[in-house]
Every structure is written in structure tokens, then in C-alpha cells.
């Protein structure tokens, strides 16, 4: 009888260490009693199929982490909506890209001559589509994203025009300096959101962004619109303090003369795969463009030097360069910096433009 007694108590030992085991410091332990049954030991444990008390039920402070996560994950759920629907519709170079695919289709729809102008703000602000359609007696239509280049220009015309199998009689681009040569950033944010899809990051990674950190931003962007604008978002809340935007403007001029100096220092020899690749594409397409040299302010008239293998490599492969680098009716005062022009100025210039190109649309499609 004694040895039966030392057994049991055996037993009841061995099960309150099984239950001190599995219990967690939230929880107060259940210890069974000397005469507590094999079944109510058993519900200590879990042994019969129900899950412990700390189980059962979060403590404190795992709920509150997952309050803390589901208000963090609401809060950016309604910064991508808020991005999608608003910001994009309040920036004007965002807004306008929303729109191309429908002015592309109806530009290669129009009867006559067709001449889409591709670029950046030295075009935005540099032709008048309106203007210049009359006078060239084309129907024209402008298609440019802020301070892109040629890397990016290529994405453009191949979203907007070769993909749906669209075609003008001409593209146009103004350039200046070395804007046609390889090394030229690229907005990614912007590039993945309106212009690549994930079936031209191959070879987007292999032409255009080809180390690791850049390419995993592109992708980021490609699915999370507040992390591909996100610098536009900071300059929105920047933009609310005063004198920010006349502080920027500054700075982006003097940014702009220093990088004039770097890009005419002969540190590394210019490339111009991107170039290439687009006359390439433009020439497969039996697309003809023409890219012509953009007048701007300097000491001395031209401005600037086009380097001859730039324009080797257009007309190899069968298109157009313009030197438009001096016109002699642009005066100082119809510049607003070193490159961009007045309204008045760009009147001059559209109706300049308009007049050299007479001959090159009639000999387009």
C-alpha cells in the first residue's frame, strides 16, 4: 500500500513538472492537488485536445504590437490611395502621362502629316504644338516628362507608340550639350509607374539600370506608387515653406552650370549606347526622327560643340540632325535661365522650327 502511495505521488509530481514546462511567465500555473484526477491533470497539460490558457488567449502585449501593425499597414493603404487618386492628378508632369496613351492614338489617327515632339522642359517650354501645326501644316502633339533624357525617351515612344503598333511621320527632339550621350540619370519611380512593365525589366536591367540597389527600387516602384514618388512627395511638403521653390530654382541653376563645366571636362570618353539603341529601334519601326540642337544662352555663339560622333551615329542609321543652336531672332531677354525660354521666346523659336522643317515632313511617311 505504501509502495502504491509512493507511486501515485510519483505520478503527480511528474505531471506538475510537465505543466511548469509548458506554461509561460504571463500566466499564473494550475498545479494539480494530491487529489486531483488523470482527466483534470490531463486539461493542465493539453493532453486531451484543448490548447493551454496562454494559447488560448494574446497577452497585452502582443495585441497591442498587432494593433500597432494593422494601423501602420491602414495608414499606408490610405497614402497609396491618397498618392494614386490625388497627388498624381495635382502634379502636371504625372497627370499629362495618364493621358498620352489616347493623344498617341489620335495623333497616327489624324489625316496628313503626323510629328510628335518627344522630350523634356527644354521642349515643354521651347514648341508650341498649337502654333506649330499651321504653320507646318502637320497635325502635331507634344510628349514630354521633366528633366528625362534620351534613356528615358526611348521608353516613351516605345509605350506609347511602337507597342500598339502606332506611327508618325516624325519625331522630334530637342537636345543640347551632351544630352544624346550615356550617363544620364533616370527618374526610376517614374520610369516603372508609367513607362515599363515588368516584361521590359530585362531589358531595362541590362541597357539602362544595371546594378542590384537600383533595380530593386524600379521594382518597388513598378507596385507601390508612394515609394516611386516619394521625392515628389517630400518637395510638395517642402514647397509649403516660402521662398522654397525661388531657393530651388537657384540651386538647380547652379547645379546646371557646374554640370555644363563637368560635361565639357574630357575626364571619360563619351558613350552613346542609348542613342544607338533608339535609332535602332526607330529604324526597325521605320519610324523617322530628327533631333535637333537646341539654341541656348552662352559666351559665345554656339553655345556649345555636338560632337561629331553624335551625329555620325544619327545619320547612319537614316535619320536627321538639325543645327538649330544659334537663331539669331532669340535675343537674351526671351531666355528664362540658360536654356529654357520666355513664352515670347518660344513663339519665336516654334515659328523658326516650323520653317526648317517644311522640307523634312514632306519627305516622311
Not at 526611348?154 to 537636345?175: A, Q, T
Not at 556649345?304 to 555620325?312: I, K, L, M
Amino acid at each position: 500500500m505504501t509502495q502504491l502511495r509512493r507511486a501515485s505521488s510519483f505520478r503527480q509530481l511528474r505531471l506538475q513538472f510537465s505543466a511548469l514546462v509548458s506554461s509561460t511567465p504571463h500566466e499564473p500555473l494550475t498545479y494539480a492537488s494530491s487529489g486531483a484526477t488523470a482527466s483534470d491533470t490531463a486539461r493542465v497539460d493539453g493532453a486531451d485536445g484543448e490548447l493551454p490558457t496562454a494559447t488560448r488567449h494574446a497577452s497585452p502585449g502582443a495585441r497591442r504590437w498587432a494593433l500597432i501593425v494593422g494601423m501602420l499597414v491602414a495608414a499606408l493603404l490610405a497614402l497609396e490611395v491618397l498618392t494614386r487618386w490625388k497627388l498624381f492628378d495635382a502634379s502636371k508632369d504625372l497627370s499629362r502621362f495618364g493621358t498620352y496613351p489616347e493623344r498617341a492614338r489620335a495623333l497616327s489617327a489624324a489625316s496628313g502629316k503626323r510629328v510628335a515632339f518627344v522630350g523634356n522642359s527644354l521642349t515643354e517650354r521651347g514648341v508650341d504644338a498649337e502654333q506649330f501645326a499651321p504653320l507646318a501644316g502637320v497635325t502635331s502633339d507634344l510628349f514630354v516628362a521633366d528633366g528625362s533624357h534620351v534613356n528615358t525617351w526611348y521608353w516613351m515612344i516605345e509605350r506609347h507608340f511602337w507597342k500598339p503598333g502606332l506611327k508618325p511621320d516624325l519625331i522630334v527632339m530637342n537636345f543640347y550639350e551632351t544630352g544624346l550621350e550615356d550617363g544620364k540619370s533616370i527618374e526610376l519611380g517614374r520610369l516603372a509607374q508609367f513607362f515599363v512593365g515588368p516584361a521590359d525589366w530585362s531589358q531595362v536591367f541590362e541597357n539602362d539600370v544595371t546594378e542590384l540597389e537600383p533595380r530593386v527600387e524600379l521594382v518597388l516602384s513598378s507596385f507601390w506608387a508612394t515609394y516611386a514618388v516619394r521625392d515628389r512627395i517630400k518637395d510638395r511638403t517642402l514647397g509649403l515653406i516660402p521662398g522654397y521653390k525661388r531657393y530651388t530654382e537657384r540651386m538647380n541653376d547652379i547645379n546646371f552650370r557646374h554640370e555644363t563645366k563637368q560635361m565639357r571636362a574630357p575626364n571619360v570618353p563619351a558613350t552613346r549606347h542609348a542613342l544607338a539603341r533608339l535609332c535602332e529601334r526607330a529604324k526597325e519601326k521605320g519610324t523617322p526622327l530628327l533631333f535637333v540642337a537646341f539654341p541656348s544662352l552662352g559666351e559665345q555663339k554656339p553655345a556649345y560643340d555636338v560632337p561629331r560622333a553624335t551625329t555620325e551615329l544619327i545619320e547612319k542609321h537614316g535619320h536627321r540632325y538639325l543645327d538649330l543652336r544659334v537663331v539669331s531672332q532669340l535675343k537674351p531677354e526671351h531666355y528664362a535661365d540658360a536654356v529654357h525660354l520666355t513664352p515670347e521666346g518660344r513663339a519665336i523659336y516654334t515659328r523658326y522650327l516650323a520653317e526648317q522643317l517644311e522640307g523634312v515632313v514632306s519627305t516622311g511617311r
